[in-house]
């Protein structure tokens, strides 16, 4: 059991990347979804900028067939960049060169069957070692000053164990997350967590404090994973691994700051997209612009709907 004396340094992230990305089809056919943009990078780039800034060091992506182009993605592209410093585009030579992940900080496995998020991590197992670790879901982006895993090292600095990033969500969406149990207030930045239940039915979810992507875990929970026991829709669940660590070690909810998107979804992929391109000094102010004529249009059109 961890305690405050041997809180180890979180090192290492994974990022599951073997999903098909069903619901973006048929860009997807080719494309793997975390290469779709959001604003100028790519879903996966600004969740591994999130793992730098909390200062992760190794990058480990589970990843499946067709994934290779999240691979050349992050490596260094000398071609490009001379070409770039050839005609004197420092801007953009900046932009190719932040995305390279350094020699010996980049690893693959691949989870070459899709049996669900917790088979996902367990491949990974080896890569991690005995130490804690993060995990990040691309599909879900935070945005915010300082990110959502650098909030939860800091939290993790100071509790040790496992901390996950939760939110609340409306009562009929809990169905659709990981549901904490807790006895503690809900409006407590942190929580301790004494039950964790994966996609609950409708009405009998513990509460409304939903998982939302960001895991800082434990290597014991690889032991836990290891009998690959199916649970919700079949699948091997990182969130009933995840229970059985409660009550042996510090279990907590974090609640962020930053607003979430659901860019696994296309609307939330949308939503995403506008509020990065209004947040980019660039383009901010012209996005703007596109956004209030759209939306006079919308009324407009909306008036006419009521008048008829
Ligand atoms: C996964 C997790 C779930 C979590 C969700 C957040 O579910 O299993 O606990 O709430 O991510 O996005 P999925 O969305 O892969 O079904």
Redesign the pocket.
């Known amino acids: 059991m961890s305690t405050s004396q041997e809180i180890k340094p979180v090192r290492k992230a994974i990022f599951p990347v073997a999903g098909l990305g069903t619901r973006f089809l048929p860009v997807t056919k080719v494309l793997p979804k975390e290469m779709l943009p959001i604003n100028d990078r790519p879903l996966i780039q600004h969740v591994v900028e999130e793992a730098r800034d909390a200062g992760i060091e190794e990058f480990i992506f589970v990843t499946g067939r067709s994934k290779e182009m999240l691979e050349e993605h992050f490596d260094y592209q000398p071609e490009l960049m001379q070409t770039l410093k050839e005609r004197n585009k420092l801007y953009e030579l900046d932009l190719v060169r932040s995305t390279h992940i350094p020699e010996g900080r980049f690893f693959l496995t691949r989870q070459a069957k899709p049996l669900g998020?917790g088979h996902a991590i367990w491949c990974a197992r080896r890569l991690v070692g005995n130490e804690p670790f993060a995990v990040i879901?691309p599909?879900?982006l935070i945005q915010n000053d300082v990110g959502c895993l650098a909030q939860m090292v800091d939290v993790y600095n100071q509790k040790g164990g496992n901390v996950i990033a939760v939110e609340e969500v409306a009562h009929e969406e809990a169905q659709n997350?990981?549901i904490v149990d807790t006895d503690d207030d809900l409006t407590q930045k942190v929580v301790s967590v004494k039950g964790l239940v994966?996609k609950p039915a409708p009405g009998e979810q513990p509460s409304n404090l939903?998982?939302?992507?960001r895991y800082i875990l434990q290597p014991e929970v690889f032991k836990e994973l290891e009998s690959l026991e199916r649970g919700a829709g079949n699948e091997v669940?990182?969130?009933d691994n995840m229970a059985k660590l409660i009550g042996r070690q510090p279990f907590h909810g974090m609640k962020f700051k930053g607003i979430r998107h659901d860019a696994g979804r296309r609307a939330g992929f949308i939503k995403a997209n506008v509020a990065y391109g209004l947040a980019d000094p660039k383009i901010g102010g012209n996005v703007r612009k596109e956004i209030l004529k759209l939306a006079d249009k919308i009324r407009e059109d909306e008036k006419l709907k009521g008048a008829a």
Do not use: A, F, M, V
């Open positions: 998020l879901l599909d879900e997350y990981g994966e939903s998982i939302i992507g669940q990182l969130t």
